[in-house]
């Protein structure tokens, strides 16, 4: 089915299909043949799905696989468990990302432990942009401390509205200011790439306000934060009036091959 652009910002989790079949780590391969026996013909299988008691995603067999092991074989001798899953959260436009950098044919989409299935709540605004707290970045400040000798007192600043999130009638603001991110060094000397997922809030004039790491790549974090904190956006309106929006962006580093 094709995806529209005003399609891009639904959940993932609407879209997706059942599991055509999925395993148990202690099943033999023959097992799992006679359960693939019992699917519909017309059934596409591209990988089984190996889950736990619990029902928690522990692994992936490619159907090749399956075929070509032996038939007393478990499956956990098999399983892939380095799994590449996205998050029950993700959009379709974050989804898209994880097919055109990986070049899977299909990825299961799970709730990971350590994110709730919807997006986080934002914390109250602040001039910070904050990273996540396990990836062990407190956060950048923006704009701290004093300019010059004015040791006069600030002005008084209007209350940040609440930020809307994207979607349904509210349509994402168009990019019109990109910086690059800029490779760390120390990324490219480990040969690091990957797609940070961030959530932005972008204000009334268009400026991003604050940025959390949704989902994190280690030594890449840091770069995407900053590149995103100097994008600049079209307005959002809302019935005539600017209003500030939260959405999801993601930040893809790849090493030139």
């Known amino acids: 089915m094709p995806i529209t652009p005003a399609q891009l910002h639904d959940p993932i989790i609407e879209y997706v299909q059942p599991a055509g079949l999925t395993l148990r780590p202690d099943d033999t391969i023959a097992i799992a043949l006679e359960r693939a026996r019992q ?4 059934q596409i299988i591209l990988y089984c799905y190996v889950v736990d008691l619990e029902e928690r995603l522990a692994g992936v067999v490619p159907i090749r696989r399956l075929l070509t092991t032996a038939p007393e074989a478990r ?3 098999i399983m892939i468990v380095d799994v590449e899953a996205i998050p029950s959260w993700a959009t379709v436009l974050v989804a898209a990302e994880y097919f055109v950098n990986r070049r899977f044919l ?4 799970v709730e990971p432990s350590e994110l709730p299935p919807d997006l986080p709540p934002i ?6 942009i904050d990273a996540c707290d396990s990836c062990g970045v407190v956060g950048v400040p923006i704009g701290d401390g004093l300019v010059g000798h004015d040791l006069t007192a600030p002005p008084v600043t209007q209350a ?14 168009t990019r019109v200011g990109y910086v690059a991110p800029i490779y760390p060094q120390l990324a490219l000397a480990a040969r690091k790439e990957g797609t940070v997922i961030l959530q932005a809030v972008i204000d009334e004039t268009g400026n991003v306000r604050e940025v959390k790491v949704l989902r994190s790549v280690p030594l890449l974090d840091d770069a995407a934060i900053q590149a995103v904190a100097n994008w600049k956006f079209t307005p959002t309106l809302l019935n005539g009036t600017a209003v500030p929006v939260v959405m999801t962006v ?4 790849a090493l030139t091959k």
Do not use: C
């Not at 299909?106 to 989409?109: G, L, M, S, T, W």
């Not at 914390?123 to 910070?128: E, F, Q």
């Open 39 to 42: 699917l519909p013909a017309t």
């Open 75 to 77: 499956i956990d001798s």
């Open 106 to 109: 299909a990825f299961p989409v």
């Open 123 to 128: 914390d109250p605004p602040s001039p910070r």
């Open 160 to 173: 940040h509205k609440d930020p809307i999130p994207v979607g349904g009638n509210i349509r994402p603001p």
């Open 250 to 253: 993601t930040v893809a580093f």
